[in-house]
């Protein structure tokens, strides 16, 4: 493609929300987070996935401020973007996008400025996987949901067929705008653009998201997005320290596995995935220190597919979800409580695996017992406890 020609993919950025729930003052997209508002740090992104033709939908009195963001982050791609004033609803806003859209373009994703910290491989892989169905990332939804009428708790909610939808959400051009067209016609009003897209027939199928595509609509999402980006503002975020703890009890089926290792013949520890207590405590262990939540949330028994996992499995992605949120894994260091296995002629092996599963990241391993004291000292199970050191990427 040349540096002037059409591109085949566009990508709406609805950045019109008036910002009533963020209590800021001013509209959303425009709102500071280090220095740069939440419209610059989504389109960022924007151009730091491929290249497409950009239609951002401003709010209505702020063009002007858009387009200096715009300015600011475009570059040489600035003859791409397009900027419209948005309508009353989101719908609105998205459908004045839509007939800004040049004559070759193919495939539309519409995103929202306020998930402004969206990596630009999402951008990417959501363009890549349209077909002629619609597709969103997704996350699982991880917290236990119910059933309410006012305050009484009616009954639960099966969270495994549920999904947290992110944006952009990406769809063939035509079969969009058709969407749009009947919307229009109906009157009726979507939360989202793959409501909209399945309400007219279309189909939607999802794609894994991102834990940094979080939307940003609360004070506390604000403070949030600023925490995250703290490396770039004039008071630098210092390296961060998490612990993570975690017990189990001997009693697993087949040979124990420990700190990455198979022990073959040592009694096996019972648990959701291999019982790794080790594992388990470095992962809580990193999470706790990104503000990520626990091992429970990411891993636990709402997620059948980390049955039987092991330890490379959850630290490849702890790891992953750090450098996602913006971190990167200084150093850990894990002491294991128990009488069995003598741990000392394999410290090295277990360090070595540990490390490799972290990306590299330096991994300590010290085991103890405590003197026939409480139920590992009767022999009962075993205990770990991990302290890990992250910091900022950049």
């Known amino acids: 493609m040349t540096a002037h020609s059409t591109p085949d993919t566009a990508i709406i950025v609805v950045a019109a929300g008036s910002g009533t729930r963020l209590a800021a003052g001013a509209p959303k997209a425009l709102v500071d987070i280090d220095g740069r508002s939440v419209l610059r740090h989504a389109l960022d992104g924007v151009f730091a996935a491929g290249p497409m033709q950009v239609v951002v939908v401003a709010p209505a009195g702020g063009e002007q401020q858009v387009d200096a963001e715009i300015r600011a982050s475009a570059g040489e791609r600035r003859h791409l973007v397009t900027v419209v004033t948005g309508g009353a609803t989101r719908q609105q806003s998205v459908a004045a996008g839509l007939a800004a859209l040049q004559d070759g373009v193919r495939i539309v994703l519409v995103h929202d400025a306020a998930r402004a910290l969206t990596p630009p491989a999402q951008i990417d892989a959501v363009a890549a996987a349209v077909t002629d169905a619609g597709v969103i990332p997704a996350l699982p939804v991880v917290d236990t949901l119910k059933r309410v009428d006012g305050d009484e708790i009616t009954g639960p909610v099966d969270r495994s067929v ?7 959400q990406g769809f063939p051009r035509a079969a969009l705008q058709d969407a749009y067209a009947a919307a229009g016609a109906s009157g009726a009003e979507h939360t989202d653009d793959a409501a909209l897209f399945a309400a007219a027939g279309g189909a939607v199928r999802r794609i894994d998201g991102s834990e940094r595509a979080f939307k940003i609509t609360t004070p506390a999402d ?9 490396a770039r503002s004039a008071a630098p975020m210092l390296p961060r320290i998490g612990v993570g703890t975690d017990v189990h009890a001997f009693g697993g089926e087949g040979d124990l596995w420990l700190a990455g290792l198979e022990w073959p013949g040592e009694q096996p520890l019972s648990g959701h995935s291999d019982g790794d207590a080790v594992a388990h405590a470095i992962v809580d262990a ?10 429970g949330q990411h891993f636990g028994t709402a997620h059948p597919e980390y049955a039987g996992a092991h330890a490379q499995v959850f630290l490849a992605r702890t790891a992953e979800m750090l450098a996602e949120a913006g971190f990167a894994i200084g150093n850990v260091s894990v002491q294991i409580k128990g009488n069995r296995p003598r741990f000392s002629g394999r410290r090295a092996e277990a360090e070595q695996v ?3 599963a972290l990306g590299g990241a330096s991994v300590s391993v010290a085991a103890t017992t405590t003197d026939g004291l409480g139920f590992t000292g009767r022999g009962e199970g075993i205990a770990v406890t991990a302290v890990a050191l992250i910091h900022p990427l950049g």
Do not use: F, K, Y
């Open 286 to 295: 990193l999470l706790g220190a990104a503000g990520l939540g626990d091992i």
């Open 222 to 230: 604000l403070e949030r997005a600023r925490m995250l980006l703290g």
């Open 162 to 168: 549920l999904a947290a939808a992110q944006t952009p």
């Open 354 to 356: 540990l490390s490799a």
